[in-house]
């Protein structure tokens, strides 16, 4: 690999350091890859997957690594093609309000660019200041804004990618609809770099909403707070997030850094956005609803006050650690209406052998982040809890990830919820698109 | 087969008027089937295609038949495996806002049995009255409101369906956001059903806007009427529908059943859905940029003058056959700002060799329906300018389907868009579902 690289030009390093710095991803799974390649382009990547397929070499393609599941994780020995330095935004079309980026661009960076032309990307995962477009299509990565706006697949127009041999495909189109052939791009996207590289994104954007205005509103049971959610959506308003978080996830944010958060059992941080007269009316409107369900309500108005509520809200995946060294987590979905049940199993659960339990998340789409948090020595106990989750899960007619995909650390649970003829169709998919078996091998199959 | 089926119990016709009933869809292609099935249930289904794969028969099936290019006409010779008789609306969860379906309900019968809860199930292609729900997910159905909503595919959570063997599969699930394995399900949408037999559907919806408010917009050119339509969208106002008829539709509505509708270069009727404050407001806006742009707006507040209008719209596809015995329709989509460009070129091909080209659809979204009419001699004629447009479509950056698929009357263009690469996973896909080729064979690919 090392020679056939050194004759094309292309980046490479197989330094000590860069092989330690690209071992492991946001899971913290560690490998030693064999070398390190960055791509600079379409032709650039080709030509890689070309050599790499004559050689039987494995390839691991990478963003910023930020994926918490192993989908980034290098294979041991094997190729890691990083595709951080393609990072041009090539096109911001106003008129036709979509945009062509390389798959390095930084989500936040992408979103900045287009606030200045007053437009607006919505897919805002919790790591936008760090995450590449291309890994959230890889991933189908959501965020807060998913109950309003949806998730990367609902932005995603057309695909440009390279196949496990090298050949450069296309996915989808410029167009709003399109109803020819199958759809590849749908199939691309989700599928953790085991199907082809996705060297090319367009993207559809929207108009920048006039106001955005944020409310915390708390409750003494989640039952109460589940009430609520379903109770504002069933009124007709469709706020840009809601996000739930439990006294446990308010606690450790408030002993990592004060903010001034309330302690209560449930905390919803809603946001609202639209036009100005929109933004006021449902404001009220939201706030009479929670009154009625028993919960209070504080209102941010303007950007600082906001802040510090998505401040608090930000802070909690950092403020975990605090209460264990070791943690899971599962980014699991249930229906709306189940997120009561769900928050009373966890309450069950949590605390038992010392294994502590806080979840927070998406709630007005039911897409809870699950972090099971223990020292140790208590592996084997929060591995189980992880299990009855699982299962608990799946019984609520839910799913096992919502947006961070299967990737390593799920392969174990995909079949308890994927039946034999399907993962039969999926695994002949994955040899139709990489007979060799040489792109991101062994993630998300069993 | 007629043998296997008597024992199974289920129902089927070999009568010479039911196979030809069944013999053509709304395509007009005409054919001989050697027999038709009505399924009852999933199981139905599934031994139907496991007789059907054990004798290698092939089997095409069908919803309403209102399919345009040819996706449900029978194989001459074959099983037509009929899902009108599979019409339970199965459970509406106003909670989690979802409905699940069996594919032979009609599209239109769901809108009106949800309009009473208060839900609102956006698709809502112009056949709405007869088209089924399978068939709208076999092809991906758009209509009208798809430049606010989107179509089919953004409603779809979950699907169960059966494959040519006879295996029942599942795909997607309950629940909002999900990224487990490769997306099955979006696969399956769009596939014309040629991948597997949808017997079960769950779908997302939404709470019915308060308030609808249609205007009628003027221009006397598409040009200031493209503009008119960047301009709305750039305002950040996103209407529920633009639908935009030339000079020619117009004409010919008026000859055939005299509403009223002026008669100008480009007529765009426009409706706004919402809050009642919000509509109000964006009426407002849109009038004021409507004149900015050098058009003329009239407003239909009331239910009925909103019919009266909506009426002219759905009436254009009936009138067309005034101008000609004979009709090629496409479905093209092009980026929204080259919609100018497109009708230029067809201001330019129509009346050449007396053959008439009319534009109307949805142009928020750039899908115009483009109708070649004529009469029998100048078939040739035709199909020149027929493949013209397609050229001149792909040079836009636009697609040759929006919502009706490729079926058969398209597969001569699919090569056009779609590299050998693209079509060759296809095919693999194709095969991966249905080795034998037995579900609706002939279709998509040329």
Redesign the interface.
């Known amino acids: 690999m090392r020679e056939a690289l050194k004759f094309s030009g292309i980046e490479f390093s197989d330094s000590p350091e860069d092989l330690f710095c690209y071992g492991f991803d946001a899971s913290r799974l560690k490998t030693t890859p064999g070398i390190v390649v960055w791509a600079k382009g379409v032709e650039d990547v080709a030509s890689v997957m070309k050599i790499a397929s004559e050689k039987g070499v494995p390839v691991v393609p990478r963003g910023a690594g930020t994926a918490t599941t192993g989908a980034s994780t290098p294979v041991e020995g094997g190729v890691v093609l990083s595709l951080e330095k393609m990072q041009r935004i090539i096109e911001i ?6 945009v062509l980026v390389e798959p390095g661009v930084i989500n936040g960076r992408l979103q900045r660019g287009l606030e200045v032309l007053d437009l607006f990307y919505p897919p805002d995962p919790a790591s936008l200041e760090f995450c590449t477009i291309g890994g959230n299509v890889a ?2 990565a ?1 965020g807060p804004r ?2 309003k706006y949806g ?1 990367t697949r ?1 932005y995603v127009l057309e695909l440009e990618a390279v ?1 496990p041999e090298g ?1 450069v ?3 989808g ?12 791009k ?2 691309l ?4 770099g085991t ?1 082809a590289i996705i060297t090319k994104i367009r993207l559809r954007v929207l ?4 106001r955005r205005i944020t409310l915390l509103t708390t409750f003494d049971s989640i039952s109460r707070c589940g009430d609520f959610i ?1 109770s504002v ?4 308003i469709l706020p840009s997030c809601m996000e739930l978080m439990d006294r446990g996830a308010v606690e450790v944010v408030e002993e990592y850094r004060a903010t001034g958060l309330p302690v209560a059992e449930a905390s919803l941080l809603i946001e609202l956005d ?2 100005n ?2 933004v006021i ?1 449902d404001a009220e409107r939201v706030a009479e609803v929670c009154r009625r369900c028993g919960g209070e309500v504080q209102v941010a108005e303007d950007h600082l006050s906001q802040e510090a509520l998505w401040k608090a809200r930000r802070s909690i995946a950092p403020a975990l650690y605090r209460l264990g060294s070791e943690k899971i987590n599962h980014d699991v ?5 189940q997120i009561p049940t769900l928050f009373e199993f966890l309450r069950k659960v949590s605390g038992q052998q010392d294994v502590k339990v806080v979840a927070f998340g ?1 709630a007005g ?3 809870i982040h699950i972090n099971i948090l223990y020292h140790r020595e208590l592996e084997q106990s929060a591995r189980a809890v992880a299990k009855r989750l699982i299962e608990e899960v799946l019984r609520l ?10 990737g390593l650390t ?1 392969r174990q649970y ?1 079949g308890l ?3 034999n ?3 039969d ?2 695994r ?3 040899r ?2 990489d007979p060799k078996g040489i792109l991101n091998p062994g993630k ?1 199959f069993p």
């Open positions: 079309d106003e008129e036709n309000m979509d991933l189908n959501g998913g109950l998730v609902d196949t050949t495909i296309r996915a189109a410029r167009t709003l609809k399109r109803t020819v052939g199958y759809d590849l749908d199939l996207i989700g599928s953790e199907l108009p920048m909403p006039e379903l959506l069933k009124a007709g639209g036009s007269r929109t009316q979905v249930v229906p709306r209406r998406h789409d039911g897409n007619e839910g799913t096992i990830s919502g947006e961070h995909g299967v799920k995909i919820e994927i039946s003829r399907e993962m169709i999926m002949g998919i994955k139709l698109f998300v």
